[in-house]
Each structure stands twice: as C-alpha cells, then as structure tokens.
C-alpha cells in the first residue's frame, strides 16, 4: 500500500518540533517468564550493521534475535530434524534470485509447464504456489484501489443512508484531499530545490553540488545565501531529485488507483469478486509484475548468503512458497482468505502476512480461512502496519479478533523494533497495541533481498513479521514436535522484555513517550536465543 512517508522525507528538514501529548493507560503487562535487562543495548554506531536482525544484545551489543548465537552455542552440533514450509502471502517473490533459488518450495504433486492438473485441485501448474491475482490468459493485477474506495463506491451506488456510509465518505474526502495537498507540496519543493540548485550551480561551477561542499561555500550576496540555507536544509532532510520524482510517481499513483472510485482491474482476473466461496481462479505466476516486497520479506525468512554483499536469512532448512494475493493497493479479502487455505492444504506450517488495510467487508471468509489454518496446526504472523497508530482505536486488518467473538490462538501480530536500542527501540512508524501487538521485532533498516539478484535495506513492520517467520521455522525445524500453539508461546514467553522502559510514542509528537510495555502484549522483542534454549528445555522434560 502507497503511503505519504517519501512525502515525509522531503519535508523532514522544515518540520518544526510539536509539544508532547499525553500517554495512554493500559492495563499492567501479563506475567513473564524470564527476566531481561532494563534497558536494551544502544550502539555507537551511525548505520544498521548488516544482518543486524541476527545478532545478540549480549554477545554483539545490538538488539536483533540472537539467532546466530542461538545456532553457534545451543544448536551446535545439531541437525534440523525437519524442513518448514513457510508461505510468502504476498505481491510476488523473484524465482530467479540466487540467492532464493534453492530455498523454493516445490510442489511434489505437480509437473512444471505441461498445461495438466496432477494433484486435482483445480489450479493448473501450481508448482511454486499460486497467484490470485492473475488471469488465464497469463495478465496480472498490479494496481488495486484501496478498500475504503471500494467501500466509498459501494456507497455511492446503495446512497449516503446506508451504515456507515457518512463515515466512509467523510474518511475517502480527506484522503483525496490530503493527496492533492501532497501533490502541491512536492511540486513546491521541486521548484524550491531546482532554483537554489540553479543559483549555486552558477557560483560554484564544476564538480556537482554536494552537502561538504555547499556548506563550505561562502556567500557573497544575499541572494546565494538563501540558496545555500535552502539547499542545506532540503539536502540535510533528504531530498534529491531522486526522493522528489519518487514522491510524484507515488502521490500520482495514488490518485489514478489508491483513490480512483471508477479504476477496476479485476477483469483481467476474471472472478466474480462478490463469490467469497469461488476458489479456481488465477495463474501460475507467483512473480507478478512487481514482486519487490515479497522478494525482500521472502529473503529475511531463508535467504542463502551469496559472498560477502549478500543478505543472510534467519531459517537454514526453509523452503518459500510464493502466494500472490497483494497488489499495489488494497488486497481483497476474498484472496486472502484463499491464500491461506492453499498454503494450509499445500503443507505450509507458517503463513507469513505482510500487509494490511483499514477496512475489511468480507472479514468472515478471512476469519474462516484463519480458523481452518488452526485446525490444521499452521502459524499465522502478520505485521501490525506502519501508521503509528493505536490498533485498539485503529484496526489493521486482517486481525486475530474474529467477527461471532474469540480470538486465533495460532496468530502472532507483530510490531517493528529498530537497531538503535534506548528510546528508539520502538520504530516511529510501527503500529502498536496493548491487547493488539503480542511483541516487536528488527524491522528498521533490515538488508534483504530484491528481484534481478540484488540487495537493498527497507524498513517496516512488512520487514519485522518475516524475522518472527524465520525464528519460528528455525523452532519447527529443530524441534518437530513443537505445534504452531506451543512456538506461539515460547516466543511470547522468551521475548526480551523491557517493560517500564520509556521509548518515544510511534507516530507521535516530539517528546511524546510511553512504557514500552504498552505497545504490545509482552513489552518485549522476539529473542531467537532465549527461544531456542526454552525449547530445548520442553524437549528434554518431554518423555
């Protein structure tokens, strides 16, 4: 889904400093079962190291998982007694990427490219997973509208009297507005950075302009003085002509498909949208047109280092199942309820979900799907989204809560946690709740995979649910007898938990801060290490 924080890195050098707000109460964190320091490690450094999400706040200084120690001191010695099928929900992973390649799923009961159905369930040439959003003749979705335009749509049709409808309407007005506002900042910016640059291209001829050398620039008139001030404060916050084209293309984009009432691509699939039960539909495709974020989420689970620039993944004995059900855009409901019953039947024992909306009309065939996938023993984690919001008063779905009551006891909501430790421990973008999140995990600045071969660092709590994906296929695959309930609590209760210390409030205001044991469930961080001994511990009390 397209967000404004490209907008965000623009603007970051000409926002001022807000006053804090007040902190939420919550109700006091549930009991733990280990004691952790009162403060995470924070390190002297000014970069993420690479891999940093495998490294050990003891042993390295850093707060990742511990999961490269958790393999050199306890699994020493020791082979992974089964391999894990992980399913990638997602827009797409490159089967191309060496370093992915031998970490593939393959589905034993179907022959590659010969146009048959082998195992009978309707979907031809599944041999890598499945892409709910293709058609038969090959084409895919690439752009979708977001939910509350398909929503804003419904109530145009059926009347402003409908439920909830003056609240659609209202939230979809301001949506569009914020994006024409966004649009008229950035060409602001553009034209404000094209002129400073043109007035020191001027003074300062030869080599290109650059932070070191516009700030050793000396002025001689007012008029370059106001160019060097403005280049400074623009380049200081991050903005390039790079950053700005970016944040165009994206708030256009937004305009033509997020928030475009009368953009349908779901012909090309040619379902019936409305059929929540319809199952055979789709391709074979599980690349898609623009599988970046899936590859990079697949890569944090099981990538196999290529040299020494290359991005090491948490699970050695892995293999990746790729199930295309998210555009860019909003996923339907109605695919995602199918992408997780294909990987249940197709011997997934994880589902891994990164991605998320703010409305979701069709929830009961998700929470039906999700019901199915406890029944049979899969783990389903899922990133708690990227707004800064209190998921209490803000849902992300799809969610653990089912619609007739009860909640999943197979489903692990995730938050981002960030390398920098201390008070930045919760990242600022990372959605958060008491009763929502059960704990957080690294998701700043996480180096992982990208299709065509390569290696890029992206951030988010799409990058934090694949790091507890890897920790609990590292747990299944050493330790066969664990269920998807029994690894659920090992990595609740081992979390590396910092309750009473105090972080600043994702997506609030400056020096707006609150309990750490606030934001989630165990007011803790995923802990590979800790996991694996209390793991180790059930297998020897196990007769």
């Known amino acids: 889904m397209r967000g404004s924080w490209l907008l965000a890195l623009a603007l970051a ?34 970069s993420a190291p690479v891999d940093w999400q495998l490294l050990d706040a003891a042993t390295d200084g850093i707060q990742g998982t511990g999961t490269r120690r958790a393999v050199r001191e306890l699994l020493a010695g020791r082979k992974p007694a089964r391999t894990v099928v992980v399913a990638v929900l997602d827009g797409g992973v490159d089967t191309a990427h060496a370093a992915l390649r031998d970490r593939l799923w393959s589905n034993p009961r179907e022959v590659a490219g010969n146009g048959r159905d082998e195992d009978g369930n309707g979907l031809v040439d599944d041999t890598r997973g ?31 009297s409908a439920p909830d409808c003056a ?17 008229s900042q950035i060409e602001r910016i553009a034209a404000v950075w094209v002129g400073s640059t043109r007035v020191l291209q001027r003074a300062m001829p030869g080599d290109s302009l650059t932070i070191e050398r516009v700030t050793a620039f000396v002025p001689t008139s007012d008029t370059l003085t106001a160019a060097r001030d ?23 984009d937004r305009m033509a498909y997020d928030l475009n009432p009368a953009y349908n691509p ?10 929540v039960s319809q199952r055979t539909y789709g391709n074979r495709d599980v690349t898609g047109p623009d599988a970046g974020h899936g590859t990079h989420v697949a890569g944090i689970i099981g990538a196999v280092r290529q040299g020494t620039a290359g991005a090491e993944g948490l699970a050695t004995d892995v293999r990746l199942m790729s199930v295309r059900v998210v555009p860019d855009g909003d996923e339907r409901d109605k695919d995602v309820a199918n992408g997780i019953r294909y990987a249940v039947d197709n011997g997934a024992q994880i589902i891994n979900m990164s991605f998320g909306k703010g409305f979701s009309p069709d929830k009961r065939a998700v929470d039906e799907a ?12 899922h990133a708690a989204g990227n707004d800064g919001e209190d998921l209490a008063t803000a849902p992300n779905f799809p969610h653990a809560t089912y619609l007739d009551g009860g909640r999943a006891k197979n489903w692990i909501e995730v938050g981002a946690s960030s390398w920098q ?16 999140v059960d704990l957080f995990a690294p998701g700043v600045d996480i180096l992982s995979t990208v299709p065509g071969g390569g290696y890029e660092r992206n951030s988010g709590t799409s990058m934090a649910a694949p790091v507890v994906s890897g920790v609990a296929a590292l747990l299944m ?9 029994d690894v659920k609590r090992i990595l609740i209760e081992s979390a590396a938990r910092y309750p009473d210390m105090m972080v600043a409030r994702p997506g609030g205001k400056e020096g707006d801060t609150v309990r750490f044991g606030d934001l989630s469930v165990t007011g803790g961080v995923v802990d590979a290490y800790a996991a694996v001994r209390a793991a180790m511990a059930i297998g020897r009390n196990t007769p």
Not at 477 to 485: H, I, R
Request: charged fraction near 20%.
């Open 130 to 160: 499945w892409n709910f959003l293709g058609g038969p003749d090959g084409r895919n979705v690439e752009h979708e509208t977001l939910e509350l335009t398909r929503e804003y749509a419904r109530c145009e049709r059926s009347g402003p």
């Open 421 to 436: 430790g201390g008070d930045q421990l919760a990242a600022s973008f990372s959605n958060y709740g008491r009763a929502q």
């Open 167 to 183: 609240t659609i309407t209202a939230e979809f007005s301001a949506k569009r507005e914020e994006a024409r506002m966004e649009a």
């Open 230 to 252: 403005m280049y400074l404060r623009l380049a200081g916050g991050g903005v390039t002509p790079q950053v700005l084209d970016k944040a165009s293309k994206d708030v256009q």
């Open 266 to 275: 779901r012909p090309i699939v040619g379902d019936d949208p409305a059929n």
């Open 477 to 485: 695959s050493y330790f066969p007898q664990l269920t998807a309930t």
């Open 13 to 46: 050098a000409c926002a001022a400093p807000s006053s804090p707000s007040s902190p939420s109460t919550a109700p006091a964190p549930a009991t733990v079962a280990r004691s952790s320091p009162t403060a995470p490690p924070v390190p002297a450094l000014d």
């Open 370 to 381: 999700v019901k199915y996938a406890e029944s049979k023993g899969v783990l389903l984690v």
